[in-house]
């Protein structure tokens, strides 16, 4: 696959100039050390950053702004962000109540996140690190110790900035933050390989009739290799390892998201989301709030995810609240 | 490229049908004949209809709610909707000051709706139309006698949805859509051919270091096909096309929109979004607002185009009044 790239080595810095131009009246981008910080600071609230290896866009960046990201701070392609970009943000985003690291579940990511919330710590800014783990498929994976973080991410984004934004202190929203990873699960599958900038190669090769199921946000292996199927089938292999998974539920209520990892079309996405609103409907799981679309993705990669959050009245209230940014936008 | 599909001929109906779940808010879907409208219908006012085929999500059902469309009707994958289904739309929109078709400049679209809105004329429901063919690259394709309507189509149904919202009678409307028409120029590039999901086949091929220039929305013929480059070199080519075409500008104002085929990553849209906005400040050319995604895509082919429609401060006020849709949504 071709891509529409200058110099590889540059593209993650001319891709965020571009986005910094575009969503100017929302965000500033810090060209170095990098990072992205919402243009009109919270009035003495908590801050709460994220941050990862870039070609998962627009995650995190697009999710800076008002009521929820105050800082996001990209990495180069799949890379983890140094401590020192990471503690650059967190000096700036600190009005004294403190900051919320909201740290994807990756080995490099949660060393240096962990690294940079020390060194801010011994400058007297209060760090509280929430680590999400929301991928069933593995265990252990070339990147990870443990469960993997995956699209689930942004909805703990969206409803723990919410509870920022209406001035909850660090202590709460820290122990918001690992209720909610408690309660989101998510399987992806993909059906292609996507392809990196800088080698302009594939990831890994899959057959004509063949799939990954279990995928993570890199490319990484799953669960298994297995056939091509009809979109039912698929929804239904990874709506399965969700509800396996996810402590509940019949008459609970959930919000529904349908991921796309890149390249597959929205209209894809409204067929397995047709599928999974079905199933749920079948075993008395109430729909409460969905999202479709490609929110977290691994560049060019084809396929989707489900996840499942299981939600309250509180949480409903938190997801309504208005947000602000590139990318989700409502009530504001 | 495989598809998450079940059997291709169900395709644009369940697709529709998860939509239809995912955004009940929002919108109804009319499942025979086949129509969406919003589900909370306009007071009064003219409204606004657009459709065309399918696959070229989320144009135009993403775009039906609050400030936008009353009432896209989509036919199947690159299809025209026969008149019927665009006759009962008409119907239930229409609240007796009449309804505005924006109508892409497609053959079978234009014979379609034309016929329909004498159906309708018949039955006393005021309907103008106005085509939309903002395609700069060439004059008379597969499909088109004329030039096409790409891109730009969705900042008309925003800005003109705008306009109805506000109260504007029938004719005003036409009148702000033929200027708008007048104002909007696109330009396209395909790196990559779509796959149509009743054959599984792409539309066409291109070599690695090949691209199409001047690429339409259903994967036809454009104006050459020219050597892969650098993602400025291609912002360039389709800039300078599009810049050639438009009556301006400098000391001028344009919304610019970067729209994505619908398998190119939002992060290379960024990186062409960049270098067209520091081509177009080095020629003096402000940009008011913009738009940087998939807005309006040919399935899963990869490449982007640029649109620039020039505006005043009505135009602006228009743009940044509340919409409320399942793809965009502001101020509401």
Redesign the interface.
């Known amino acids: ?6 110099d590889p080595r540059r ?2 810095a ?6 910094a ?2 969503h100017h009246d929302l965000v500033r981008v810090n060209a170095s050390p990098v990072y992205v910080v919402r243009s009109t600071p919270g009035n003495g609230k908590v801050a709460v950053l994220s941050g990862g290896g ?2 998962h ?2 995650l995190h960046a ?1 999710y800076v702004g008002i009521g929820m990201l105050d800082a996001a701070v990209p990495g180069e392609i799949f890379t983890s962000p140094t401590p020192d970009p990471i503690l650059a943000a967190t000096r700036e985003v600190d009005q004294g109540a403190g900051v919320l690291y909201l740290v994807k579940n990756y080995t490099g990511d949660v060393l240096n996140f962990e690294t940079a919330a020390e060194f801010a710590a011994a400058e007297g800014i209060l760090v509280r690190t929430v680590i999400i783990d929301d991928d069933v498929a593995v265990l252990d994976s070339e990147f990870t110790a443990g469960r993997r973080g995956v699209a689930g991410t942004v909805l703990i984004e969206k409803l723990v900035g919410a509870a920022a934004e209406r001035g909850d202190d660090l202590d709460s929203l820290a122990g918001l933050a690992e209720r909610l990873v408690a309660s989101v699960r998510s399987m992806g599958v993909a ?2 390989s996507p392809t990196v900038p800088h080698s302009g190669r594939q990831s890994f090769e899959l057959a ?1 009739d063949e ?1 990954e199921f279990g995928i993570g946000i890199h490319g990484e292996r799953g669960r298994s290799r297995i056939g ?1 199927a ?3 089938e ?1 929804t239904d292999l990874a709506l399965d390892a969700v509800l396996e998974d996810l402590p509940r539920l019949p008459g609970e209520r959930v919000i529904a998201m349908v991921n796309g990892m ?14 999974m ?1 079905e199933r749920l409907q079948g075993i008395g799981v109430e ?1 409460a709030r ?1 999202l ?1 679309g ?1 929110y977290v ?1 691994a ?2 990669m ?1 396929g ?1 995810s489900v996840t499942l959050l299981t939600v309250d009245d509180g949480l409903i209230e938190l997801w309504d609240a208005p947000v602000l940014t590139p990318t989700l ?2 009530g ?1």
């Open positions: 696959m071709k891509k529409l790239v200058n593209f993650v001319e891709s965020l100039a571009g986005f131009r575009a870039s070609g866009e627009p697009g059906i292609a004509a799939i091509m009809r979109a039912d698929l890149g390249a597959t079309p929205g209209a894809e996405l409204y067929v397995v989301y047709r599928r609103a729909i969905s479709v490609s993705t560049l060019d084809a989707f936008r409502w504001a």
